[in-house]
């Protein structure tokens, strides 16, 4: 089983502050995604990283993929409260998998004036 | 466009009720997942379907657990009889069956007294 552990599990911060989540695996991963979940609602996906050493910019969001393909870095700049939510890493199982995701244990992240 | 729809958002039983989850996955998807997410567990999948087929059932906890889907437009998720460790948020998510991106519906909070 290829499990993905996340990093901090909990992060409480102040607005303007800048923050990293890791999310980190034993197993390579062909690629990995990062989704963004508010409270009351489902995760939306946020990025899909294929190849390792990526990196991709979501205005203040900084997605990293290993280049090992083993694990992957979400970095905020200037955090602001509607960065508020829980993030999670995802990403295929491996081969015969088809196309379902193992998910991350999640890191909870509040962002206050 | 519609997203995928899960009926109902909220639903409180008592131990021994039987409990349908309804899923609309959104139209021209071929693949549905339904996941279940707890503080203790975090997001786990349960079983998901491609082409209307189980694909995957190995996250369904127990007998208690059943899933259909009859036709490409609906699903259920079915728990009888619920027991009040079966409290949860249940999502379902679709996505086209090349690809790894999933959209989660809304959620059904699920209370077993």
């Known amino acids: 089983t290829q499990l993905l552990e996340q990093s901090p599990q909990f992060l409480s911060i102040q607005e303007g502050e800048n923050l990293t989540v890791y999310c980190n695996s034993s197993?390579?991963?062909?690629?990995l995604q990062w989704y963004r979940q508010e409270p009351g609602e489902g995760p939306v996906l946020l990025v899909t990283?294929?190849?390792?050493?990526e990196v991709k910019k979501l205005k203040r969001l900084t997605f990293q993929f290993g280049d090992a393909r083993k694990d992957s870095s979400l970095h905020i700049t200037a955090a602001q409260p509607g960065d508020t939510g829980l993030y999670l890493c995802?990403?295929?199982?491996?081969?015969?998998?088809?196309?379902?995701?193992?998910f991350g244990t999640g890191t909870q992240l509040k962002v206050e004036l | 466009d519609a997203g995928v729809i899960q009926s109902p958002r909220h639903e409180v039983t008592e131990m021994g009720q039987e409990v349908t989850l309804r899923c609309k996955p959104i139209?021209?998807?071929?693949?549905l997942f339904w996941y279940r997410q707890t503080m203790m567990r975090g997001l786990e999948l349960l079983i998901y379907?491609?082409?209307?087929?189980?694909?995957?059932d190995s996250g369904m906890p127990e007998d208690r657990f059943s899933a259909k889907m009859p036709n490409a437009s609906f699903s259920t998720l079915k728990i009888q009889p619920s027991e009040p460790r079966d409290s949860a948020v249940y999502f379902c998510?679709?996505?086209?069956?090349?690809?790894?991106?999933?959209?989660f519906g809304p959620g059904t909070r699920l209370t077993v007294t």
């Open positions: 379907f491609n082409n209307n087929v189980p694909i995957d």
């Open positions: 197993s390579v991963f062909s690629s």
């Open positions: 990283v294929v190849t390792g050493g």
């Open positions: 139209s021209g998807h071929n693949s």
């Open positions: 998510a679709s996505t086209t069956g090349a690809s790894y991106e999933q959209y």
């Open positions: 995802a990403g295929p199982p491996g081969t015969g998998g088809g196309n379902k995701l193992t």
